[in-house]
């Protein structure tokens, strides 16, 4: 997380109670009637950053509810150049405290640096593998690869390029995870929900439900091996690259590779490009054999 650039953003937004517009509608109680705001001052407001934020958190919105405002049918009067603002000004509220929304715009603000943090991570792993000429696919442009649960799967790395119509023989999700406790469980099911999709379509994974007659015999680990035993090494390769530390996340890698091919940490990057480099190395063997 970018803690500098959401400090300055944080002391951008603070200032802008000095904008004349913002101080015109200051009530007397110190609360602001944001909704007063004239459509010309929301318009150049929605054009400075830190402002953006500020009426987009007061108005209760973000950039998809935004856009779904601007094509309602109210909006669609209004010159095309006007319909954020009116759609952000329609919603602004009658009596706001402005330290609140500050606060909220603050939030909004942390949740697309994160975005953007993840979107560069993806971007340096990509760089690192094609610097060692390891032909694995990553967005952008985003690869597609039907499927049944979701129609248009987009991992976050996939070789070869679906376009072309083959198989997968690869399939990468790679995840940032803030809170080991409260996130990592979700996305392993995505992963793992995703992982026997891909198998059963593409593959030839064959399932065999084990029967279990008493629940408690569920936590033996041999139960997770002998589902793993009919997933592991069927194509596509599903691999999990979760940016967390080890030490947080290590005790759920057991009962998700019951499911999953493989899954890495923070720590694991080099065995994580290694493993894919040799999967690659692998399949283009057999096939030429």
Not at 41 to 48: E, P
Not at 80 to 104: E, G, K, M, Y
Not at 136 to 146: A, D, E, Q
């Amino acid at each position: 997380m970018p803690l500098p650039e959401l400090e300055e953003f944080r002391r951008e937004v603070a200032l802008l109670r000095e904008d004349v517009a913002i101080q015109a509608v200051r009530r007397s109680d110190g609360r602001y009637a944001l909704a007063s705001l004239s459509l010309a001052d929301v318009a150049r407001l929605l054009r400075q950053e830190p402002a953006y934020y500020l009426l987009l958190s007061a108005a209760s919105l973000n950039r998809t509810s935004l856009r779904h405002a601007t094509a309602e049918e109210e909006a669609q009067l209004v010159s095309p150049r006007q319909r954020r603002a009116f759609a952000v000004r329609t919603r602004l509220p009658v009596s706001a405290d402005f330290d609140a929304v500050i606060s909220n715009a603050v939030a909004l603000r942390m949740g697309d640096l994160q975005r953007k943090a993840r979107g560069k991570t993806e971007q340096v792993f990509r760089e690192r593998l094609e610097d060692e000429g390891i032909p694995l696919f990553m967005s952008p442009p985003r690869r597609v690869v039907p499927g049944i649960v979701i129609a248009g799967r987009k991992p976050d790395g996939v070789w070869p390029d679906p376009a072309t119509g083959e198989p997968p023989v690869i399939y990468l999700e790679v995840k940032r995870i803030r809170r080991v406790a409260d996130d990592i469980q979700k996305r392993l099911y995505e992963l793992a929900e995703a992982s026997l999709e891909m198998k059963l379509l593409y593959g030839q994974a064959s399932l065999t439900g084990l029967g279990i007659k008493d629940n408690r015999d569920v936590r033996d680990e041999s139960t997770a091996q002998r589902l793993r035993q009919q997933v592991v090494g069927v194509r596509p390769i599903v691999i999990g690259l979760f940016l967390c530390p080890r030490a947080e996340a290590d005790r759920y890698r057991g009962g998700a590779q019951a499911l999953i091919d493989r899954i890495f940490f923070q720590e694991e990057i080099e065995e994580c490009i290694n493993f894919i480099s040799e999967t690659i190395t692998l399949h283009v063997k057999s096939e030429s054999h």
